[in-house]
């Protein structure tokens, strides 16, 4: 959660989610069942006020959902239904107004009307999306495109893909965009690939990749 007391941790093959406690490093009293959620439960974000979390559920058949967490209540307020096939990665725009869903299976992003609970936009990206991270300012979006090997630059003024930088290694599951533009390379996104690591500049919209990583 935003004030950091809280971990939601999705879990696939029980199509639940586990609510900790990050004081006790415990599951809170009352939940050890957890959330029922939609079918195959893969990313979880939280709203920038902490009140609300977004569930993708991955194996839905046909088109993917999102489940609507209360967090004050920890229970399911709304599932979210027009998305693209096998939705997975999940991330919240800093003013809360929108959240934007990876769809794995049908190459696409949603972007969610967090008012409405509705799907405003489709925008098409590259092979297999599974990660998505907006950046600070809230001006654009960055997905992972992991059968394509690149990375997806959206700019969310207009909804539209603007470029994909290529070859960045295997783009990870997960991206976060650490610090504002303009922040030294250790604070920009970083994509996790098979050996090597791939530093993005989201001020020059440049690829930096590190080969050969030895492991710590």
């Known amino acids: 959660s935003p004030d950091g007391t809280t971990a939601y941790v999705a879990n696939f093959s029980s199509d ?9 490093n415990a599951i809170k009293a009352g939940f050890s069942a957890g959330i029922t959620v939609g079918k195959g ?4 974000a ?8 977004y ?3 991955y194996l839905v058949v046909g088109d993917g959902t999102v489940s609507v967490i209360n967090t004050t209540t920890n229970t399911v307020t709304s599932t979210i239904t027009g998305l693209g096939v096998r939705p997975s990665g999940v991330a919240v725009s800093p003013d809360g107004t929108k959240a934007y869903v990876a769809n ?3 190459d696409t992003v949603s972007v969610i009307n967090t008012t409405t609970n509705t799907v405003d936009a489709t925008i098409t990206v590259g092979d297999s999306p599974s990660g998505v991270a907006v950046s600070p300012d809230g001006t654009k979006a960055y997905v992972a495109n992991g059968d394509d090997d690149t990375v997806s630059v959206i700019d969310l003024r207009a909804n539209a893909s603007a470029s994909a930088s290529a070859d960045p290694g295997v783009p990870g599951i997960f991206l976060t965009v650490a610090g504002p533009v303009g922040r030294s390379a250790s604070e920009s996104p970083v994509y ?13 919209l440049t690829m930096t990749r590190v080969s050969n990583i030895a492991p710590t």
Do not use: C, K, Q
């Open 16 to 24: 639940t989610v586990s609510v900790i406690d990050t004081a006790t």
């Open 41 to 44: 439960p893969w990313g979880v």
């Open 46 to 53: 939280f709203s920038p006020d902490g009140t609300t979390a």
């Open 55 to 57: 569930v993708t559920n």
């Open 104 to 106: 794995f299976s049908s």
């Open 192 to 204: 996790y690939g098979a050996d090597r690591v791939a530093v993005t500049s989201t001020y020059l």
